[in-house]
Every structure is written in structure tokens, then in C-alpha cells.
């Protein structure tokens, strides 16, 4: 089962709707006035990160502002020290480019378990 734990956690926001379904440890993005999307597009910037599961047009609980997690759900290899950024599937990935927006930092990956530093 995917989990997301705050090991000291940032600013958690509750406030605004959700467009479009989202799942736990999907990074989330601005999509209008109090409105909230999965962000999918490294480029573009990420608010935060979800707490849980989201049916569209409820509201979230939006990790931001930093704080230390772990979690199960991110995508590719990655290592300590990697900086990370959302991927096609709104995900954390390692692979930070030319233009894609840093997210998050990795502190160590053990066990599936990746512990990360929030950046947004």
C-alpha cells in the first residue's frame, strides 16, 4: 500500500478543490483560484505534494513549504543527493534537466523507501 509520512513535516494546505482524481504522493500544481491539478509537466512549477487519495472536486491536503518525508511512490532510480522533479505520471523521479523544475531532494532510498526533502 503507497504511503506518504511526514517526518518533519512543512505547512500542510487544506484548502481548495481538486480537478481531476489524484493519488497519495502525486505533486499537485496551481490551476486556478483555489484550484488545484496533478502536475505531470517537469517544467512547470509544483505547489506541493498530496497527502492521500483525492476524488476531483474535493478538497486536498497539500504537503508545501518544505519538511522532510518518506514515501513508496516515486518513479525511476534514484540516489541520495539526487535533486527531483515531477514526472509524466505527477510523480517524483531523479533526471533533473535543462528547464524542469526541482521539487524535492533525495536523502536516502533503502527498502523502496525514499526519504526527501520538500523544496516547494
Given at each position: 500500500m503507497a504511503f506518504i509520512n511526514a517526518a518533519h513535516r512543512g505547512l500542510a494546505y487544506g484548502d481548495g478543490y481538486l480537478q481531476g482524481d489524484g493519488e497519495l504522493g502525486q505533486l499537485v500544481k496551481v490551476a486556478g483560484n483555489d484550484l488545484f491539478a496533478m502536475n505531470t509537466d517537469p517544467t512547470t512549477p509544483s505547489f506541493g505534494i498530496?497527502?492521500?487519495?483525492?476524488?476531483?472536486?474535493?478538497?486536498?491536503?497539500?504537503?508545501?513549504?518544505?519538511?522532510?518525508?518518506?514515501?513508496d511512490v516515486f518513479e525511476g532510480?534514484?540516489?541520495?543527493?539526487?535533486?527531483?522533479?515531477?514526472?509524466?505520471?505527477?510523480?517524483?523521479?531523479a533526471g533533473v534537466g535543462e528547464g524542469d523544475v526541482v521539487v524535492a531532494q533525495a536523502i536516502s532510498v533503502s527498502g523502496g523507501t525514499l526519504k526527501f526533502r520538500l523544496v516547494v
Open positions: 498530496l497527502i492521500k487519495g483525492y476524488k476531483s472536486g474535493e478538497m486536498p491536503g497539500i504537503f508545501c513549504m518544505g519538511g522532510v518525508y518518506e514515501t532510480t534514484v540516489q541520495a543527493g539526487d535533486l527531483l522533479k515531477a514526472s509524466t505520471n505527477g510523480k517524483l523521479t
